[in-house]
Protein backbone atom coordinates (compact mmCIF):
# COMPACT_ATOMS: atom_id res chain seq x y z
CA UNK A 1 0.00 0.00 0.00
CA UNK A 2 3.01 2.44 -0.08
CA UNK A 3 2.92 4.94 -2.39
CA UNK A 4 -0.21 6.00 -1.95
CA UNK A 5 -1.33 9.59 -0.98
CA UNK A 6 -2.56 10.08 2.19
CA UNK A 7 -6.06 11.64 2.63
CA UNK A 8 -6.05 14.56 4.86
CA UNK A 9 -8.47 17.18 6.04
CA UNK A 10 -8.08 20.59 6.57
CA UNK A 11 -9.64 21.50 9.89
CA UNK A 12 -9.92 25.04 10.94
CA UNK A 13 -9.66 24.76 14.77
CA UNK A 14 -9.98 28.49 15.90
CA UNK A 15 -12.97 29.41 14.17
CA UNK A 16 -15.13 31.94 15.53
CA UNK A 17 -19.15 32.99 15.36
CA UNK A 18 -20.27 36.37 15.73
CA UNK A 19 -23.30 36.80 17.87
CA UNK A 20 -26.01 38.45 16.85
CA UNK A 21 -29.85 38.77 18.30
CA UNK A 22 -30.94 35.61 16.70
CA UNK A 23 -28.81 34.16 19.37
CA UNK A 24 -31.00 35.24 21.97
CA UNK A 25 -34.34 33.29 20.96
CA UNK A 26 -32.63 30.08 22.10
CA UNK A 27 -33.70 31.95 25.85
CA UNK A 28 -36.82 29.64 27.23
CA UNK A 29 -39.88 31.76 27.95
CA UNK A 30 -38.58 31.66 31.71
CA UNK A 31 -35.39 33.39 30.67
CA UNK A 32 -36.66 36.08 28.49
CA UNK A 33 -35.87 38.48 30.98
CA UNK A 34 -32.42 37.77 30.43
CA UNK A 35 -32.25 38.99 26.41
CA UNK A 36 -29.69 41.21 26.06
CA UNK A 37 -29.87 44.58 23.55
CA UNK A 38 -27.71 45.88 21.01
CA UNK A 39 -27.39 49.47 21.60
CA UNK A 40 -24.89 51.86 20.13
CA UNK A 41 -21.26 52.77 21.63
CA UNK A 42 -20.89 55.92 23.90
CA UNK A 43 -17.13 55.94 22.50
CA UNK A 44 -17.87 54.82 19.18
CA UNK A 45 -21.41 55.50 17.39
CA UNK A 46 -20.25 53.20 14.57
CA UNK A 47 -20.19 50.11 16.95
CA UNK A 48 -22.54 48.99 18.97
CA UNK A 49 -22.35 46.94 22.55
CA UNK A 50 -24.92 44.33 24.38
CA UNK A 51 -26.60 45.97 27.54
CA UNK A 52 -28.50 43.17 30.03
CA UNK A 53 -30.81 45.99 32.52
CA UNK A 54 -28.20 48.52 32.61
CA UNK A 55 -25.25 46.34 32.36
CA UNK A 56 -22.60 46.28 29.47
CA UNK A 57 -21.92 42.52 29.16
CA UNK A 58 -19.44 42.45 25.85
CA UNK A 59 -18.69 44.35 22.40
CA UNK A 60 -21.13 42.78 18.88
CA UNK A 61 -18.27 42.32 16.93
CA UNK A 62 -18.36 44.05 13.25
CA UNK A 63 -19.33 43.34 9.84
CA UNK A 64 -16.77 45.23 7.52
CA UNK A 65 -17.88 46.10 4.12
CA UNK A 66 -15.38 45.83 1.36
CA UNK A 67 -13.71 49.26 1.96
CA UNK A 68 -13.10 48.34 6.05
CA UNK A 69 -11.67 44.89 4.67
CA UNK A 70 -9.41 46.28 2.46
CA UNK A 71 -8.32 48.95 5.23
CA UNK A 72 -7.73 45.98 7.62
CA UNK A 73 -5.83 43.42 5.30
CA UNK A 74 -3.32 46.53 4.44
CA UNK A 75 -2.27 47.18 8.17
CA UNK A 76 -3.02 43.95 9.91
CA UNK A 77 -2.55 41.45 7.12
CA UNK A 78 -5.72 39.35 7.28
CA UNK A 79 -8.44 38.94 5.56
CA UNK A 80 -11.82 39.65 7.30
CA UNK A 81 -14.10 39.78 4.16
CA UNK A 82 -16.44 37.19 5.52
CA UNK A 83 -19.79 37.23 4.53
CA UNK A 84 -21.85 38.68 7.00
CA UNK A 85 -24.88 35.81 6.67
CA UNK A 86 -21.77 33.18 7.44
CA UNK A 87 -20.20 35.44 10.27
CA UNK A 88 -23.21 35.16 12.03
CA UNK A 89 -24.58 31.96 11.05
CA UNK A 90 -28.05 33.58 9.95
CA UNK A 91 -27.58 31.08 6.69
CA UNK A 92 -25.37 27.79 7.39
CA UNK A 93 -25.17 26.74 3.69
CA UNK A 94 -23.63 30.01 3.41
CA UNK A 95 -21.00 29.20 5.65
CA UNK A 96 -20.13 26.03 4.52
CA UNK A 97 -19.77 27.11 0.93
CA UNK A 98 -17.04 29.81 1.96
CA UNK A 99 -15.64 27.13 3.77
CA UNK A 100 -15.28 25.50 0.67
CA UNK A 101 -13.69 28.39 -1.21
CA UNK A 102 -11.44 28.21 1.24
CA UNK A 103 -9.91 24.83 1.31
CA UNK A 104 -11.67 23.79 4.69
CA UNK A 105 -12.88 20.71 5.93
CA UNK A 106 -14.22 21.37 9.42
CA UNK A 107 -14.11 24.05 11.27
CA UNK A 108 -14.28 23.93 15.50
CA UNK A 109 -15.91 26.94 16.30
CA UNK A 110 -15.34 29.65 18.69
CA UNK A 111 -17.53 32.53 20.65
CA UNK A 112 -17.23 36.11 20.24
CA UNK A 113 -18.66 37.43 23.27
CA UNK A 114 -17.03 35.44 26.34
CA UNK A 115 -13.59 36.81 25.69
CA UNK A 116 -14.65 39.50 27.95
CA UNK A 117 -16.01 40.09 30.79
CA UNK A 118 -19.74 38.81 30.63
CA UNK A 119 -22.41 39.67 33.17
CA UNK A 120 -21.84 39.02 37.13
CA UNK A 121 -25.50 38.01 37.44
CA UNK A 122 -24.46 34.10 37.83
CA UNK A 123 -28.93 33.63 37.04
CA UNK A 124 -28.27 35.27 33.79
CA UNK A 125 -25.26 34.00 33.09
CA UNK A 126 -26.67 30.43 33.35
CA UNK A 127 -29.39 31.11 30.71
CA UNK A 128 -27.25 33.14 28.44
CA UNK A 129 -25.07 29.78 27.97
CA UNK A 130 -27.62 27.88 27.47
CA UNK A 131 -28.90 30.07 24.99
CA UNK A 132 -25.46 29.79 23.00
CA UNK A 133 -25.62 26.51 23.53
CA UNK A 134 -28.38 25.61 21.79
CA UNK A 135 -28.11 27.47 19.15
CA UNK A 136 -24.95 26.53 18.23
CA UNK A 137 -26.54 22.62 18.85
CA UNK A 138 -29.01 23.47 15.74
CA UNK A 139 -26.24 25.07 13.83
CA UNK A 140 -24.18 21.51 14.05
CA UNK A 141 -27.16 19.85 13.04
CA UNK A 142 -27.60 21.04 9.49
CA UNK A 143 -23.57 21.52 9.35
CA UNK A 144 -23.02 18.28 7.78
CA UNK A 145 -21.06 17.47 10.88
CA UNK A 146 -18.47 19.43 9.76
CA UNK A 147 -19.42 22.45 12.22
CA UNK A 148 -17.96 21.38 15.54
CA UNK A 149 -17.73 23.74 18.42
CA UNK A 150 -17.02 24.42 21.64
CA UNK A 151 -19.72 25.03 24.75
CA UNK A 152 -19.24 27.98 27.26
CA UNK A 153 -20.29 27.10 30.87
CA UNK A 154 -21.71 29.24 33.56
CA UNK A 155 -18.30 29.65 35.37
CA UNK A 156 -19.85 31.53 38.37
CA UNK A 157 -21.84 28.52 39.40
CA UNK A 158 -19.51 25.38 38.14
CA UNK A 159 -22.32 22.93 38.68
CA UNK A 160 -24.77 24.47 36.60
CA UNK A 161 -22.66 23.41 34.37
CA UNK A 162 -22.35 20.42 34.26
CA UNK A 163 -25.48 19.27 32.77
CA UNK A 164 -25.09 22.18 29.36
CA UNK A 165 -21.26 19.80 29.10
CA UNK A 166 -23.11 17.07 28.55
CA UNK A 167 -25.54 18.67 26.34
CA UNK A 168 -22.92 20.00 24.37
CA UNK A 169 -21.42 16.38 24.30
CA UNK A 170 -24.84 14.71 22.55
CA UNK A 171 -24.94 17.77 20.64
CA UNK A 172 -21.58 17.88 18.51
CA UNK A 173 -19.60 19.82 20.84
CA UNK A 174 -15.49 19.04 20.59
CA UNK A 175 -14.43 21.19 24.00
CA UNK A 176 -15.19 22.88 26.73
CA UNK A 177 -14.13 27.17 26.62
CA UNK A 178 -12.39 28.33 29.83
CA UNK A 179 -11.18 31.73 30.09
CA UNK A 180 -7.60 32.24 32.18
CA UNK A 181 -9.28 34.39 34.61
CA UNK A 182 -13.15 34.44 35.73
CA UNK A 183 -13.79 37.37 37.94
CA UNK A 184 -11.63 37.13 40.96
CA UNK A 185 -10.68 33.62 39.84
CA UNK A 186 -7.59 31.77 37.92
CA UNK A 187 -8.79 28.73 35.77
CA UNK A 188 -6.50 26.77 38.09
CA UNK A 189 -8.99 27.56 41.04
CA UNK A 190 -10.60 24.43 42.36
CA UNK A 191 -13.67 26.17 42.35
CA UNK A 192 -14.24 24.94 38.85
CA UNK A 193 -12.94 21.20 39.72
CA UNK A 194 -16.55 19.61 38.95
CA UNK A 195 -16.24 21.57 35.23
CA UNK A 196 -12.81 19.74 34.94
CA UNK A 197 -14.17 16.61 36.18
CA UNK A 198 -16.87 16.63 34.11
CA UNK A 199 -15.27 17.13 31.37
CA UNK A 200 -12.89 14.35 31.67
CA UNK A 201 -15.79 12.11 32.29
CA UNK A 202 -16.92 12.84 29.10
CA UNK A 203 -13.63 12.92 27.20
CA UNK A 204 -13.78 16.45 25.85
CA UNK A 205 -10.58 18.52 26.18
CA UNK A 206 -10.95 22.49 27.97
CA UNK A 207 -10.54 24.80 25.41
CA UNK A 208 -9.12 27.91 26.47
CA UNK A 209 -9.13 30.43 24.46
CA UNK A 210 -7.70 34.10 24.49
CA UNK A 211 -9.90 36.00 26.90
CA UNK A 212 -10.52 37.62 30.26
CA UNK A 213 -13.26 37.33 32.62
CA UNK A 214 -12.00 39.47 35.68
CA UNK A 215 -13.18 42.79 34.97
CA UNK A 216 -10.24 44.71 37.29
CA UNK A 217 -7.88 42.84 35.31
CA UNK A 218 -9.35 43.61 31.72
CA UNK A 219 -9.73 47.36 33.04
CA UNK A 220 -5.68 47.10 34.42
CA UNK A 221 -4.11 45.24 31.32
CA UNK A 222 -6.45 47.39 28.74
CA UNK A 223 -4.19 50.62 27.40
CA UNK A 224 -2.64 51.67 24.32
CA UNK A 225 0.77 50.56 24.63
CA UNK A 226 -0.05 46.69 25.09
CA UNK A 227 -3.28 46.62 23.39
CA UNK A 228 -4.87 42.64 22.84
CA UNK A 229 -1.65 41.94 24.22
CA UNK A 230 -1.76 42.41 27.65
CA UNK A 231 -5.55 42.17 27.84
CA UNK A 232 -5.72 38.81 26.04
CA UNK A 233 -2.44 36.82 25.75
CA UNK A 234 -0.38 37.33 28.93
CA UNK A 235 -3.57 36.24 31.38
CA UNK A 236 -3.70 33.19 28.73
CA UNK A 237 0.32 32.75 28.93
CA UNK A 238 0.12 33.43 32.95
CA UNK A 239 -2.75 30.70 33.24
CA UNK A 240 -0.89 28.10 31.29
CA UNK A 241 2.11 28.14 33.40
CA UNK A 242 -0.38 28.13 36.49
CA UNK A 243 -1.78 25.12 34.94
CA UNK A 244 1.51 23.22 34.76
CA UNK A 245 2.65 24.06 38.03
CA UNK A 246 -0.75 22.90 39.98
CA UNK A 247 -2.08 19.67 40.88
CA UNK A 248 -4.64 19.97 38.29
CA UNK A 249 -2.19 17.32 36.08
CA UNK A 250 -2.59 14.80 38.52
CA UNK A 251 -5.96 15.02 39.64
CA UNK A 252 -7.08 14.97 36.51
CA UNK A 253 -4.91 12.67 34.41
CA UNK A 254 -6.83 12.01 31.79
CA UNK A 255 -8.36 15.37 30.97
CA UNK A 256 -6.68 17.21 27.87
CA UNK A 257 -6.08 21.19 27.48
CA UNK A 258 -5.94 23.18 24.35
CA UNK A 259 -4.51 26.65 24.87
CA UNK A 260 -5.03 28.64 21.14
CA UNK A 261 -3.34 31.94 19.84
CA UNK A 262 -1.09 32.52 22.52
CA UNK A 263 1.71 33.07 20.33
CA UNK A 264 3.90 31.85 22.76
CA UNK A 265 6.02 28.91 20.79
CA UNK A 266 8.99 30.56 20.53
CA UNK A 267 9.28 30.41 24.82
CA UNK A 268 8.59 26.80 24.64
CA UNK A 269 12.58 25.64 25.47
CA UNK A 270 12.75 28.47 28.39
CA UNK A 271 8.95 27.43 29.36
CA UNK A 272 9.66 24.42 30.11
CA UNK A 273 13.10 24.73 31.53
CA UNK A 274 11.54 27.09 34.34
CA UNK A 275 8.75 24.55 35.20
CA UNK A 276 11.75 22.26 35.53
CA UNK A 277 12.96 24.31 38.17
CA UNK A 278 10.21 24.84 40.24
CA UNK A 279 9.63 20.92 40.55
CA UNK A 280 13.08 20.50 40.89
CA UNK A 281 13.55 23.67 43.96
CA UNK A 282 9.93 22.47 45.53
CA UNK A 283 10.81 18.99 45.97
CA UNK A 284 8.50 17.63 44.25
CA UNK A 285 11.15 15.58 41.98
CA UNK A 286 14.40 14.47 41.81
CA UNK A 287 16.47 16.50 38.96
CA UNK A 288 17.06 12.90 36.99
CA UNK A 289 13.14 11.96 37.58
CA UNK A 290 12.44 16.09 36.69
CA UNK A 291 14.34 15.66 33.86
CA UNK A 292 12.99 12.48 32.18
CA UNK A 293 9.41 13.99 33.32
CA UNK A 294 10.01 17.37 30.88
CA UNK A 295 10.87 15.00 28.18
CA UNK A 296 8.95 12.13 28.13
CA UNK A 297 5.44 12.83 30.29
CA UNK A 298 2.04 13.92 29.30
CA UNK A 299 2.79 17.09 30.66
CA UNK A 300 5.51 17.99 27.90
CA UNK A 301 2.97 16.59 25.28
CA UNK A 302 0.48 18.72 27.01
CA UNK A 303 2.23 22.09 26.78
CA UNK A 304 3.72 21.61 23.52
CA UNK A 305 -0.14 22.21 21.91
CA UNK A 306 -0.81 24.28 24.66
CA UNK A 307 1.66 27.06 24.00
CA UNK A 308 2.11 26.44 20.47
CA UNK A 309 0.06 29.13 17.82
CA UNK A 310 -2.40 27.25 15.92
CA UNK A 311 -2.75 28.80 12.11
CA UNK A 312 -5.77 29.25 10.94
CA UNK A 313 -6.10 25.84 8.80
CA UNK A 314 -4.49 23.05 10.04
CA UNK A 315 -3.97 19.32 8.26
CA UNK A 316 -4.65 16.33 9.57
CA UNK A 317 -5.27 12.63 9.11
CA UNK A 318 -8.81 11.55 8.16
CA UNK A 319 -8.89 9.40 11.20
CA UNK A 320 -8.79 12.12 13.50
CA UNK A 321 -11.55 14.27 11.88
CA UNK A 322 -13.56 16.73 14.13
CA UNK A 323 -13.03 14.52 17.70
CA UNK A 324 -11.24 16.03 20.62
CA UNK A 325 -7.85 14.62 19.44
CA UNK A 326 -8.44 16.46 16.36
CA UNK A 327 -8.32 20.36 18.46
CA UNK A 328 -5.09 18.57 19.86
CA UNK A 329 -3.61 17.52 17.08
CA UNK A 330 -4.27 20.66 15.11
CA UNK A 331 -2.79 23.19 17.86
CA UNK A 332 0.63 21.60 17.29
CA UNK A 333 0.90 19.82 13.46
CA UNK A 334 2.25 22.29 11.21
CA UNK A 335 -0.27 24.37 8.47
CA UNK A 336 -0.17 23.68 4.57
CA UNK A 337 -2.05 26.81 5.09
CA UNK A 338 -1.48 30.35 6.81
CA UNK A 339 -4.40 31.88 6.15
CA UNK A 340 -5.51 33.81 9.26
Known amino acids: MTGLPLKTDVIDADAHVVESERVWDYLDASEQKYRPTLVASPDNPQRQIW ?13 PDEKQSEQHLKQFGREVGTPVEARELSDVKQRLRHMDELGIDVQVMFNSLWITPLTSRPDAEIALSWAWNRWLADVWKVGDNRLRWTCVVPALTPKEALPQ ?23 TDPYYYPIYDQAQRLDLPITVHLGNGSPELFKLMTN ?3 GGFSTFRVPTVTSCYALIMSEIPRVFPKLRWDLSRCRANGCHGSFMKRCAARWVASGRFQKAACANTISTSRLRAMTTFLISSPMRARTISSSARTTATAIRRASSTPSRDSRR
Open 51 to 63: MLDGENIGNKFPS
Open 165 to 187: IRFAKEHGAVGVCMRPFERERMM
Open 224 to 226: DAG
